[in-house]
């Protein structure tokens, strides 16, 4: 199939701007996937999220496999005709979820068998199984199985991880059948750049068509994180997507774009619109304060988005603290609007070649934010 292909654009320093075509449609890049856990972005509709401008969308393979299950989704014709959404689609693999349920699993070099949260139902997941089931699902974009290792560990248990990982990840690719779907390899390694570096030579070796970084944003300190993005940068390669799985903050992405990551998924915009937390040009908001009950201001002045072209801080507190839904489907389409526009502005900006501006800018006014929010609401 060719319908897939990835073509660099432009480029300011590392940073990169370009595009990914699918079977679904394009993604321009560097591009944020909004995170829809079971088959769903949490209070937004695949019609919101088209008016926001999502270009494509993540599902959680652990989620789906568990409910409704695999073999339903492929019975009803994939994620695409389930949910609806007709734009790309990617799947993760189910690793970092089971990964996370500590005490609940046992991990040979077979797979992990663990227990479903939902009803303790024993499960299993291997390479061989994790590839089945995204080719159930149907998603434009899949990924290997890998073993993320929690942070910190010890430096010999992250080694393991990530040679299992490099193994799995051979599995993974012999076992995938689907040439309407790009499968992606992932390079694990933790901290370390040793082991970083090993995993990008014998990941990249298994010709996968992209790239993700695994195993970040687990709670190492962000410094780390980005020695291992300076590091890994010339040793992925260069015509390829790079995709940064799981981060992170506004902040987070704009330092990824600038070391030539294309792709970001996280909860962060959605959950956090859950929580009350508003993500704006100038800092976060925290709409339960006292603050803005009588601010008559959208939550984002200059923004566009259909939240804040209609609803006012005050309004939204009320709605939130009186635990109406309509907070958090006001909040998550202002929040998903804020980095779905980011990235078109950062990508434009690569484009002009003022990335470098930008990225100054934007990280000026995000940090002065809190600051500047709090003395202003004050007064
Ligand atoms: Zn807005």
């Known amino acids: 199939m060719t319908a897939f292909s990835f073509t660099v654009e432009a480029r300011d320093g590392r940073a990169r701007a370009g595009r990914l075509a699918t079977p679904h449609g394009a993604v321009d890049t560097p591009a944020f996937i909004p995170v829809g856990t079971a088959g769903a972005v949490k209070a937004v509709t695949c019609r919101d ?70 009803d303790g139902t024993p499960c299993f997941l291997s390479p061989e199984r994790s590839i089945e089931v995204q080719m159930n699902l149907g998603a434009d974009i899949v990924m290997a199985f890998d073993e ?14 990530t040679a299992r990982t490099t ?50 944003s687990v709670g190492e300190p962000k410094e780390d994180r980005i020695r291992v993005l300076d590091h890994l940068d010339p040793l992925l390669p260069e015509r390829e997507p790079r995709y940064l799985m799981g981060v992170g903050t506004p902040e987070d992405l704009i330092e990824g774009v600038a070391r030539g990551v294309d792709l970001f998924d996280c909860v962060l915009p959605t959950r956090n619109a859950r929580n009350g937390q508003i ?23 200059d923004c566009p988005c259909p939240t804040c072209r209609s609803a006012s801080r005050a309004y939204l507190r009320h709605l939130h603290l009186a635990g109406e839904m309509t907070a958090a489907v006001l909040m998550t389409l202002h929040n998903l609007f804020f980095y779905l526009d980011m990235m078109r502005a950062m990508g434009q900006s690569i484009r002009l070649c003022r990335f470098g501006e930008f990225r100054a800018e934007a990280l000026r006014t995000l940090a002065a934010a809190g600051e500047s929010a709090r003395s202003r609401d004050r007064s």
């Open 49 to 118: 999220l088209v008016e926001l401008g999502a270009q494509i969308i993540l599902a959680n393979t652990y989620h789906m496999m568990l409910r409704p299950g695999d073999a339903l989704v492929a019975e009803l014709g994939g994620l695409h005709a389930f949910t609806g959404w007709k734009r790309p689609f990617l799947t993760d693999s189910g690793g970092y979820q089971v990964f996370s349920l500590s005490g609940l699993r046992e991990l040979t070099e077979e797979g992990v068998r663990f227990r479903s949260h939902l």
């Open 148 to 161: 993320c290792p929690p942070w910190p560990a010890p430096r010999e248990a992250v080694d393991e991880a």
């Open 167 to 216: 193994r799995w990840a051979r599995r993974c690719r012999d076992a995938h059948r689907r040439d309407d779907q790009w499968l992606f390899g992932i390079v694990q390694g933790g901290v370390h750049l040793d082991l970083r570096e090993r995993s990008a030579r014998e990941i990249t070796a298994l010709g996968f068509p992209g790239h993700a970084i695994g195993g970040v």
């Open 279 to 301: 993500f704006t040009r100038r800092g976060r908001l925290a709409i339960r304060n006292a603050r803005y009950r009588t601010d008559p201001r959208p939550p984002d002045p």
